[in-house]
T-cell receptor, first 115, second 112 residues
Framework: GAGVSQSPSNKVTEKGKDVELRCDPISGHTALYWYRQSLGQGLEFLIYFQGNSAPDKSGLPSDRFSAERTGGSVSTLTIQRTQQEDSAVYLC?????????????FGPGTRLLVL | QQQVKQSPQSLIVQKGGISIINCAYENTAFDYFPWYQQFPGKGPALLIAIRPDVSEKKEGRFTISFNKSAKQFSLHIMDSQPGDSATYFCAAEGGSNYKLTFGKGTLLTVNP
């Protein structure tokens, strides 16, 4: 069984451009989480999905950020009109279900650099 | 508001020594406290976790100590090895949601 995969592994973009980051969770995992890891700032929760719905979007920093999940599997995080402060590692994690205290399995992340 | 405070930011230990990383939390609804280990270029991976009904949990060289009244918990790495060099994050979960609130991380370097 493959783990969580993310693509691209690295992305360099120019300020003002839109970017899409992809996450493939572990097969059969129903819950999916997005986090942002900035240098020296730990991991910041962005959004999570149960199936295709997002019960908690509270961590999305602005309306430039959006995410969707289709077919209960792949998720895409979109950042519109990127800014330099968006530069970070974007991590995706998945869990088998949505019950308390489940282990979150993380992907390797997408390193985004906005010039 | 930083709900989970982690210290130190970085730590250098000699091989064979004890590494200690501390975390403090504010939200009394938290009821699950995992530690994640992250190597460069990789995503975090669960190392060990504790629930507040116990004061200590040990798995091999890794021990979590938990003080509910002080709202603090710590990770102890005994007989630290160079392969333990990584960034360690404490986290907390609880209340009505399933998201993890992370500390800012501790970069551990174990010198040979």
């Amino acid at each position: 069984g493959a783990g969580v995969s993310q693509s691209p592994s690295n992305k360099v973009t120019e300020k003002g451009k839109d970017v899409e980051l992809r996450c493939d969770p572990i097969s059969g995992h129903t819950a999916l989480y997005w986090y942002r890891q900035s240098l020296g700032q730990g991991l910041e929760f962005l959004i999570y999905f149960q199936g295709n719905s997002a019960p908690d979007k509270s961590g999305l920093p602005s309306d430039r950020f959006s995410a969707e999940r289709t077919g209960g599997s792949v998720s895409t995080l979109t950042i519109q009109r990127t800014q330099q402060e968006d530069s970070a590692v974007y991590l995706c994690a998945s869990t088998l279900g949505l019950t308390p205290q489940e282990t979150q399995y993380f992907g390797p992340g997408t390193r985004l650099l906005v010039l | 508001q930083q709900q989970v405070k982690q210290s130190p930011q970085s730590l250098i230990v000699q091989k064979g020594g004890i590494s200690i990383i501390n975390c403090a939390y504010e939200n009394t609804a938290f009821d699950y406290f995992p530690w994640y280990q992250q190597f460069p270029g990789k995503g975090p991976a669960l190392l060990i976790a504790i629930r507040p009904d116990v004061s200590e949990k040990k798995e091999g060289r890794f021990t979590i100590s938990f003080n509910k009244s002080a709202k603090q918990f710590s990770l102890h790495i005994m007989d630290s090895q160079p392969g333990d060099s990584a960034t360690y994050f404490c986290a907390a979960e609880g209340g009505s949601n399933y998201k993890l609130t992370f500390g800012k991380g501790t970069l551990l370097t174990v010198n040979p």
